[in-house]
Structure formats: C-alpha cells, structure tokens
C-alpha cells in the first residue's frame, strides 16, 4: 500500500520567505510526528498530533514554526520568514497509533538562501 | 529525560565480515529501543525494535540486537556484511513502544561503509 508522502521533496527559498511543508500520513494512521534533521543537531523530534490535536507544541524550535493537521489526515508545517538555520530535512512519520511503529516519509529537503 | 549515544560516526568493514554499531542510551524510564535505517534520500526504516521480553531482537536483512540493562546498550549486529548494507543507521529510545507523544529520541547516526 502507500506510504507516508511529503510534498515537495526539495525546496529552495530565500530567508525571509515563508515556506509550507505538507505530509500526507498512510491511510488510518491517527498518530502523525514531524521531525527535523540537520547536520548540527541530528535528528530532532519537533511536534506529534494525535488526531487533528497537537497536544505539546515545545519541541518546535521557535515561534516562526507552526504545524496543524486537518481531518485526521494531511498535516502542513509552516516556517514563517525563514532563516539560514533552518534548513535541513524535514521528515514526516505516522503510526496507526502512539504506541505502534512509525513510518517515516522520504522528508522534504529545506534550503535557505 | 532520554539520550542516545552511537559511537562512530563512521565504521568500516569488509565485505563478508561481521557488522557490529553500537548503541548506549539513558532513560528514566524503562526503555522502548528501535534501530533504524536511512538510505540516501530516502526516509528511515525500521530495521528491528526491542519493547519488552526476549531481549536478543531480530529484524530484517539479517539484522538482530540485543538489550543489555545493565549495561545500557543496545548495539546492532550483522554476521556478514553486504555491500547493500552501506547505510546511515540510527539508534533511538522512547517511553513508549511506538514513540508515543514525546516521539522518538535518536542517537546521531553511524554511516557504514562496506569495503569490496
């Protein structure tokens, strides 16, 4: 079946731009989880939602960063005025629950010039 | 609070011979360790993970862990490495089975090469 999609797989934007980053999760999975990875700090997880409800928001790295996800499927992160630092490989997983495994997406590649 | 620490970044070994990543983790609670692997441009994929009982894990690709408390480890092995074995591979512990809200905690990688 299909796997976890992100959309676009590249993106290169100038700072100061905003910039969307969209995951389509595998079909049913309630549990969606968005991660960062950088070549400074790894793999970071940023954000979970469980439905369309994010229940923490602190691992998200500051206030220009948001996430929602709408009818328990799509999610999109928004990098507002982005930065220089902020470019890395944003990847996507879901899981047909919180204790169950995750699937990562292939990630969207970020570049901030 | 949980951490992840894989010692090498890199790690080199002959085609045919034995693959061995480690993995050390600390956690305050009792721990849910997985590995996964990343092939480049690709996302990661769950080699094998360790939730509760038997603590020697098998996974695929010929994989396998063993969870060690007293030690706190949880290191990758192979007993003979294919060229398509040559990957980033991360360790990554969480509270929860499947990684649960506070999602999961990864080591920073080692990348494997396999020499011909």
């Known amino acids: 079946g299909a796997g976890v999609s992100q959309s676009p797989s590249n993106k290169v934007t100038e700072k100061g731009k905003d910039v969307e980053l969209r995951c389509d999760p595998i079909?049913?999975?309630?549990?969606l989880y968005w991660y960062r990875q950088s070549l400074g700090q790894g793999l970071e997880f940023l954000i979970y939602?469980?439905?369309?409800?994010?229940?923490?928001k602190s691992g998200l790295p500051s206030d220009r960063f948001s996430a929602e996800r709408t009818g328990g499927s799509v999610s999109t992160l928004t990098i507002q005025r982005t930065q220089q630092e902020d470019s890395a490989v944003y990847l996507c997983?879901?899981?047909?629950?919180?204790?169950?495994?995750?699937?990562f997406g292939p990630g969207t590649r970020l570049l901030v010039l | 609070a949980q951490s992840v620490t894989q010692l090498g970044s890199h790690v080199s070994v002959s085609e045919g011979a034995l693959v061995l990543l480690r993995c050390n983790y600390s956690?305050?609670?009792?721990?849910?360790l997985f590995w996964y692997v990343q092939y480049p441009n690709q996302g990661l994929q769950l080699l094998l993970k360790?939730?509760?009982?038997?603590?020697l894990v098998k996974g695929i690709n010929g994989f396998e862990a063993e969870f060690k408390k007293s030690e706190t480890s949880f290191h990758l092995t192979k007993p003979s490495a294919h060229m398509s074995d040559a990957a980033e591979y991360f360790c990554?512990?969480?509270?929860?089975?499947?990684?649960?809200?506070?999602?999961?905690?990864f080591g920073k990688g080692t990348h494997l090469i396999i020499q011909p």
């Open positions: 997983a879901s899981s047909l629950n919180p204790q169950e495994t995750q699937y």
């Open positions: 990554a512990v969480s509270g929860y089975s499947g990684g649960g809200a506070d999602g999961l905690t």
């Open positions: 956690s305050s609670v009792p721990p849910y």
């Open positions: 939602f469980q439905g369309n409800s994010a229940p923490d």
């Open positions: 079909s049913g999975h309630t549990a």
């Open positions: 360790y939730t509760t009982g038997a603590t």
